[in-house]
């Protein structure tokens, strides 16, 4: 159950994963939260994974996932790891390092590093 | 080595055999069966290792998958650590025996933005515990996740919970935990496995380091409560369970000659007892060594093994000296007859001695061991702690009946009849050596201070070193002076130039009563001759005079009968 939610990508992309184990309240508040966060910060700029464990199991320990809700960001480089359900919305901005007026230079230059 | 009624077995908890040698008999079979177990300690006291041969034996001894949790070390760190043990875990890897999921926490990478719960570590043992179907799980160590995990109170609940989880899934499970300040384990993971709890310690003492386990606690089952030696070697991580020995060994009344026939004849004619301790203590030189390799020879000929521990001197150098006095050792050693454990007592702590001393009697089974000389175990703890090592591998010898010789140094100038680290009482023979300097040399002595349980001379013996072994000699005493070697000899000649005088005096003695004999037997003869004589004339005489008055009465009647007389 993948939700893909994908506009054209500049060139900066963000690329978010999700990783939930079924629906629970923590789980979908997670989801809503995040939504909400993209719209408002990364609009067009943002591609969403959810992936539940519950039905994908094995997938937990590429990403080393414990933490449920984690939210992975896998690009732009370095890897981010977000636990929670994304509530404090200062502090996932921090932590996704995601600045409210974001504006990349010509410098800017993502690798995409594949995992 | 508890012995356990068969109804308490009915009732008592099921166990999961670890196959971690002693380990299995303390805890009275193995790990309480489908619920945690801690396995607490500081840095290096092998805690990951005991957590890996629990996995590792449990797949390919018994048979049951594991899955090993490894938060500190990736899979591949771990099977290199452990092939030099001798496990294959690559190969139980690929044989889907084993799964070895490496889970890694970087502090740095996280962010917590709100409530979570620890789902994905259940999923992700979950999943690797069904795809294998596993019986046993490590989790090594799971403190990481509170240096990982910003919110304790988060940790803490989950971690109840998955102890709760992993016995509703009826796992046994070992979980490690870093030993803390005042705390078995630094972040209190006891208060939440309580069935069974293994403390494992190193410590370093006089620069030599010995590794204990200890059971703090077990619930629902009897288990040894000492600490216990414990050793990692080549072939992993084994418990010296020795101190639960106790004395009801059997004991036997077979005899083992010592080698050396004046001396069985000393010890009531036919030698040690069987499965008996001997002590043989003397000063320098006194040829304890000799007297030892003298059994090991004798033991080795009859076709049995001997086992001979030396912390003084190398085994070429055993076998050079000994074939010096007739002792054809190399000939046992390369039939497998006789193996030589020659080990510097400083290398490692008593315990370690101990525990390496029964692992190659368990292996090598021999029927007589060595122990040459236990004094330079001073070097490594005190005389207590030496006694109480000796007594353990007194029981232990007992138990197997395997023949013991001791051999102690006596520091020149103490005591004779005081062994150095006082184990006389654990002992049930003493030979004591000592030698007696007279006239310009010293010799060899030998006596018999005690042999329980037989009659023994109670007789001092001169022993000589031939190039054919080991002789008694009969040592001369006399007037309070011991004559030994060429004092010996002398006496030796004295004596026999004295028995000479006496015998050549009683032959000249002999002789003159023989003459004397022979005189008086004449005169006797000369003396009988006359009196048959004198006896046959007087017969004689008597039978004349008959006949005469025979005629002188014929003569009258004739002359009657002629007068016509009335």
């Not at chain 1, 995040?34 to 959810?50: D, F, N, Q, S, W």
């Not at chain 2, 139980?92 to 502090?107: A, P, Q």
Request: glycine share 8%; with cysteine.
């Amino acid at each position: 159950m993948s939700k893909r939610k994908a506009q054209q990508p500049e060139n900066d992309r963000w690329q978010l994963r999700l990783y939930v184990a079924g629906q629970t309240p923590k789980s979908i508040a997670a989801m809503s939260n995040l939504k909400r966060l993209c719209e408002t910060h990364l609009a067009g700029r943002y591609e969403i994974e959810v992936i539940d464990l519950l039905t994908n199991p094995k997938l937990a320990a590429g990403d080393q996932i414990l933490a449920i809700p984690t939210l992975v960001r896998t690009l732009p480089a370095p890897v981010k790891k977000i636990i929670g359900d994304l509530s404090d919305e200062v502090r996932t901005l921090v932590g996704l390092d995601v600045r409210p007026a974001f504006a990349p230079d010509a410098s800017w230059n993502p690798k995409v590093i594949a995992l | 080595m508890q012995t356990q009624s068969p109804a308490k077995k009915l009732t008592g908890i099921a166990k999961c055999p670890t196959g971690i040698r002693g380990l299995d008999e303390i805890t009275d079979g193995g790990l309480p069966k489908g619920r945690p177990t801690l396995i607490c300690g500081a840095a290096g006291c092998g805690k990951t290792l005991l957590a890996t041969e629990f996995i590792v034996r449990g797949a390919s001894e018994f048979n049951e998958p594991g899955v090993f949790m490894a938060f500190e070390e990736t899979g591949k760190e771990l099977a290199d650590n452990v092939a030099s043990l001798g496990f294959d875990l690559a190969s139980l890897i690929r044989h889907k025996k084993v799964v070895v999921d490496h889970v890694r926490i970087e502090r740095s990478e996280i962010e917590e933005t709100g409530e979570y719960d620890l789902e994905g570590l259940f999923i992700r043992l979950g999943a690797a515990i069904d795809g294998i179907g596993a019986k046993r799980v490590v989790l090594d160590s799971i403190e990481e996740l509170f240096a990982g995990l910003p919110n304790q109170a988060i940790v803490r609940s989950e971690l109840r919970r998955l102890f709760l989880w992993l016995k509703d899934k009826g796992v046994t499970a070992v979980i490690t935990g870093e030993q803390g300040e005042k705390t078995l384990t630094r972040h209190g993971l006891e208060e939440y496995i309580s069935d069974c709890v293994i403390f494992l310690d190193h410590r370093v003492n006089n620069q030599i380091a010995t590794r204990r386990l200890r059971i703090v606690k077990y619930r629902g089952s009897a288990h040894g409560t000492n600490e216990y030696p414990t050793l990692i070697d080549q072939q992993g991580l084994s418990v010296l369970p020795i101190s639960s020995l106790g004395l009801n060994y059997p004991v036997s009344t077979e005899r083992v000659s010592s080698g050396i026939s004046r001396l069985d004849a000393m010890l009531g004619g036919k030698g040690y007892f069987k499965g008996s301790s001997i002590l043989i203590s003397g000063t320098a030189g006194s040829g304890k060594t000799s007297i030892a390799s003298a059994f090991a020879n004798s033991v080795c000929q009859r076709g049995g093994r001997c086992l001979y521990w030396s912390s003084e001197e190398s085994p070429g150098q055993i076998v050079r000296d000994m074939a010096s006095i007739g002792f054809d050792l190399d000939r046992h050693v390369r039939k497998n007859l006789l193996r030589f454990h020659s080990i510097r007592p400083t290398l490692y702590g008593l315990e370690n001695h101990l525990v390496v001393l029964h692992k190659m009697v368990t292996e090598f089974r021999p029927d007589a061991l060595i122990m040459d000389p236990i004094t330079n175990l001073t070097a490594v703890g005190n005389d207590e702690e030496i006694k109480g090592m000796l007594t353990r591998v007194i029981d232990f010898l007992k138990n197997e009946g395997i023949t013991a010789i001791f051999t102690s140094l006596t520091a020149g100038g103490t005591i004779l009849e005081q062994s150095e680290v006082g184990v006389s009482s654990l002992m049930d023979a003493w030979l004591l050596l000592s030698m007696v300097q007279s006239a310009s040399e010293r010799n060899r002595v030998l006596y018999l201070l005690k042999s329980r349980g037989m009659d023994h001379s109670n007789q001092m013996r001169e022993f000589v070193l031939t190039g054919n072994g080991i002789e008694l000699v009969d040592v001369y005493a006399g007037l309070g002076t011991v004559y030994t070697g060429a004092a010996r000899l002398s006496q030796k000649a004295r004596d026999e130039a004295d028995a000479l005088e006496r015998r050549q005096t009683e032959e000249r003695r002999q002789r003159d009563l023989d003459m004397e004999r022979r005189s008086l037997q004449a005169q006797l003869d000369a003396l009988q001759t006359r009196l048959a004589n004198i006896t046959a004339e007087q017969e004689l005489g008597l039978s004349l005079e008959k006949q005469r008055d025979d005629a002188g009465q014929r003569a009258e009647s004739q002359m009657a009968r002629a007068r016509k007389a009335d």
